[in-house]
């Protein structure tokens, strides 16, 4: 084996570069993360240990946007990168590309990590919700027009109470621009309260998987519906799918077309309940004027009687 010449650092670039074109590239290591430290530079530094070692590691900012979760200290992660040699220090290191969450899938670990830190501020409690208006003027809606759940709400409000006005803000519900597009609807919604008499918000998409349900787990829009002037109701998926919308809405529904079942009454039920209480009321304003009635009979009676002698 040959010294390396003098003038040639031990650690070089040089030699990072070997080891880079044999066979330590596309490496797969699993341990526990430590000393996790975001630079502003949006770099991510970090220690990957278990019972017996440890080695440094790096994420540069392209790699880490990939990254669905937050990484923090203790947490078990699965890293695919590649060793190099930090020259300053004489050090290996993982330049990591990938990392991954052991044991649970990144998706659902970030949902919990949100959902863990907004109920700490508050978010979900139940102060904060907003009561449902029994009777909309108007419905505005924040959907995909081309979905089949806007042919479902629509269809449950011409059955239950046809007439009632509707205001379609159409969003992508899917992909990386939704929870931008679901957020424009909400506000849009809020800033035409007052011009179009809005009552209720319902913000809604068909069933899927976690992936393409993530847009509702999205912490901007979450706060959006916090701060809704309008009250919000979430009918995200199926009634087994949650996400961090349906927490922070003052209301959830299992479904778009239940959702539309809890904002606007049936109108034939509302009907009859109406004609019940006009039926009750008016025998109790005929069984009042017939005992008025009668009084008044017996007292006009009284007039033409002959007034009995005074002692």
Known sequence: IRRP???????????SDVYKRQKFRGL???GELSNFHRAPSGHWYFTLKDEESQI??????PSTSSVRFRPEDGLEVSLRGHLTVYSPRGEYQLNVSSM????????QLAFEQLKKRLHSEGLFKQEHKR???KLPRCIGLVTSPRGAAIHDLLSVLNRRFPGIPVLLFPAMVQGEQAPTELIEGVQ????????????VIILCRGGGSLEDLWAFNDENLARCIHHSNIPVISAVGHETDFTIADFVSDLRAPTPSAAMEL???DKAELQEALDLRY???RRMMMEYTDTKHERTSQLSCLLYTSPSPRD
């Open 188 to 199: 849009a919604l809020n800033h035409l309260q007052h011009q179009h008499n809005i009552d």
């Open 5 to 15: 010449p003098r003038s040639t650092p031990l650690f070089s670039s040089a030699a």
């Open 56 to 61: 440094r590691g790096v994420m540069f900012r």
């Open 131 to 133: 009561s449902i208006p």
């Open 28 to 30: 797969t290591v699993e």
């Open 100 to 107: 991954e969450p052991k044991g649970i899938g990144a998706l």
């Open 263 to 265: 904002a606007v009454p």
């Open 279 to 281: 039926r009750s009321l």
